[in-house]
């Protein structure tokens, strides 16, 4: 069965530096999106993405994070400058073709940052 | 507002039992979704239910929603202690794509 998949598993890394965190979606899908879990808390949305462009975007989302579709294959979530509370575990997600909002989104495993 | 609120925050059952857990939202939703989440691990999606259907079976799944109500019931008949992980609800709200989760469930089931 097609699944999402994400590497790494898991990402430490100093706080101000890069990471970039990697995402492969099912391939007939065609939304893409990001979210993020801060320990023991809820899954928060963080950003949307249909048709090679950003469609939707929460406010935890600032000038700190970006996201690309570089291939026709993967997805990734750029964090310019890291932050101690951007520790959280990072999930993948897609759906089908149809209209937004309409379909199930399929998660992937999911990234552990943690930022020292 | 707050969407997905579940209900009760932790539950413990015995295996063989049925567990029934409950996401009440404040504002209207397109469809509502239910996953599930092992301990640190990803998401599993189990069930989507449409705002014009009112019951719908997977298995050992029974979903209902209440649009009137604004709530939404999870049943899983004849659990089992691979049961045990915490569960979400999740709705799609007005014409935007993004999924709004609940604190969750904690489901345990004890052998």
């Known amino acids: 069965e097609p699944e999402v998949t994400q590497t790494p598993s898991h990402q430490v890394t100093q706080m101000g530096q890069e990471v970039i965190l990697r995402c492969v979606p099912i391939?007939?899908?065609?939304?893409f999106y990001w979210y993020r879990q801060i320990l023991g808390q809820k899954v928060e949305f963080l950003v949307s993405f249909y048709n090679n462009e950003i469609s939707e975007k929460s406010e935890i989302f600032d000038d700190q994070f970006s996201v690309e579709r570089p291939d026709g294959s993967n997805f990734t979530l750029k964090i310019r400058s890291t932050k101690l509370e951007d520790s959280a575990m990072y999930f993948c997600?897609?759906?089908?073709?149809?209209?937004?909002?309409?379909?199930?989104?399929?998660f992937g495993p999911g990234t552990r940052l943690t930022v020292l | 507002s707050q969407q997905g609120e579940e209900d009760p925050q932790a539950l413990s059952i015995q295996e063989g039992e049925n567990a029934t857990m409950n996401c009440s939202y404040k504002t209207s939703i397109n469809n509502l979704q239910w996953y599930r989440q092992n301990s640190g691990r990803g998401l599993v999606h189990l069930i989507l239910i449409r705002s014009n259907e009112r019951e719908k079976h997977s298995g050992r799944l029974r979903v209902t929603l209440d649009t009137s109500k604004k709530s939404s019931s999870l049943l899983i008949t004849a659990s089992r202690a691979a049961d045990t992980a915490s569960y979400f609800c999740a709705g799609y709200t007005g014409a935007n794509s993004k999924l709004t989760f609940g604190k969750g469930i904690t489901l345990s089931v004890r052998p």
């Open positions: 997600a897609s759906s089908p073709p149809g209209l937004a909002g309409r379909n199930e989104q399929f």
């Open positions: 391939s007939n899908h065609l939304y």
